[in-house]
């Protein structure tokens, strides 16, 4: 599937959720679809975030578009962790709307400027494969819980970091610098990271 085909969907598919969000009378049935909504931008922010925006840097290089689009990335996880600790509270309608306001803003420049630029730059089998690669990805977090990954690249977007990474990624890096350094530390480091299932080592970063 084409990657700029497959953005463009999911975004019209959360605006369509929004609109029912905002027709829905009842406190369930807008839980409900908050919850879609937050699980499909947490999934759509990790396609574009993993694959498609370091590709797009690849491509177009240096872009102001791109940088401002990864920025609100973080602003946007920030506004669907509010809203979702909101549920049940009266400040929930409201937050859900500022959440809505701010995807709005950041879909219309994705396809007013980063999108139609990578359609012109990018060949269409280099959008077909990142396509493919984006649905697989797009899929595998979807079977998830959205509230692990949104809080891992949160603590990311808190400590200063614009390019978040999944922890997954960092600990291979970290593993593989442990190797280049070699000897027995780095041996006895993947040892200890084993015996602990790599979470101490993750969360201490
Ligand atoms: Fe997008
Ligand atoms: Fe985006």
């Given at each position: ?9 999911q975004?019209?598919e959360v ?21 879609d909504i937050?699980a499909r931008l947490?999934s759509h ?161």
């Open positions: 599937m084409n990657a700029v085909e497959l953005l463009k969907e975004h019209r605006a369509a959720l929004f609109k029912r969000f905002d027709k829905a009378r009842r406190k369930d049935e807008k839980e409900e679809l908050f919850l937050a947490v922010d990790a396609i574009e975030r993993e694959i498609f925006y370091p590709a797009c840097e690849k491509i177009l290089g240096e872009d102001e578009a791109l940088l401002e689009g990864i920025a609100e990335h973080g602003l946007i996880e920030f506004s669907i962790f509010r809203a979702d600790k909101a549920r049940g509270a009266a400040t929930f309608e409201y937050l859900v709307t500022v959440l809505k306001e701010m995807v709005e803003h950041h879909v219309e420049e994705e396809e007013e400027e980063i999108l139609p630029k990578m359609e012109r730059k990018a060949g269409a089998a280099t959008l077909e494969r990142l396509g493919e690669a984006m649905l697989e990805r797009f899929e595998a977090a979807m079977a998830k819980d959205f509230r692990r990954p949104l809080r891992e690249d949160l603590q990311q977007v808190l400590a200063g970091r614009t390019r978040t990474v999944p922890p997954k990624r960092r600990a291979r890096t970290t593993k593989r610098k442990r190797a280049a350094s070699g000897g027995a530390r780095g041996k006895a480091g993947a040892r200890s990271k084993r015996a602990t299932g790599g979470r101490r080592s993750q969360a201490a970063r």
